[in-house]
Nanobody, 126 residues
Framework: QVKLQESGPGLVTPSQTLSLTCTVSGASIATGFDYWHWIRQPPGKGLEWMGVISYSGSTYYSPHLKSRTFIARDTPKNQVTLQLLSVTPEDTAVYFC??????????????????WGQGTQVTVSS
């Protein structure tokens, strides 16, 4: 069974960088042909697609977050990472990683993704 697990700080200070990790088990980032996404959900709002990294390392980002979003792979650790720079309280959300078998971008329908992590709550507050 493929499982995704998000981890990182639950609280960050405005202007700081948020770093999150998605640890994958039951599948190999290095040898598979999957696409690994970051998606978030602010309180009271719908899902917001942030970006994706392909099995080959290609990245695609939301135009609204592109300038401060970075997604990378750590294949020896079987992990996908997210960095979100210069956070504000508007970045408060539950952050999810998710997997798709085909390349999709800017898609917020949960049925489009094969696997989801449970999500991790991130609060940006001073």
């Amino acid at each position: 069974q493929v499982k995704l697990q998000e981890s990182g700080p639950g609280l960050v200070t405005p202007s700081q960088t948020l770093s999150l990790t998605c640890t994958v088990s039951g599948a190999s980032i290095a040898t598979g042909f999957d696409y690994w996404h970051w998606i978030r959900q602010p309180p009271g709002k719908g899902l917001e697609w942030m970006g994706v990294i392909s099995y080959s390392g290609s990245t695609y980002y939301s135009p609204h977050l592109k300038s401060r979003t970075f997604i990378a792979r750590d294949t020896p650790k079987n992990q996908v990472t997210l960095q979100l720079l210069s956070v504000t309280p508007e970045d408060t959300a539950v952050y999810f990683c998710a997997e798709s078998k085909k390349l999709i971008i800017r898609v917020t329908s949960n049925e489009a993704y094969e696997y989801w992590g449970q999500g991790t709550q991130v609060t940006v507050s001073s």
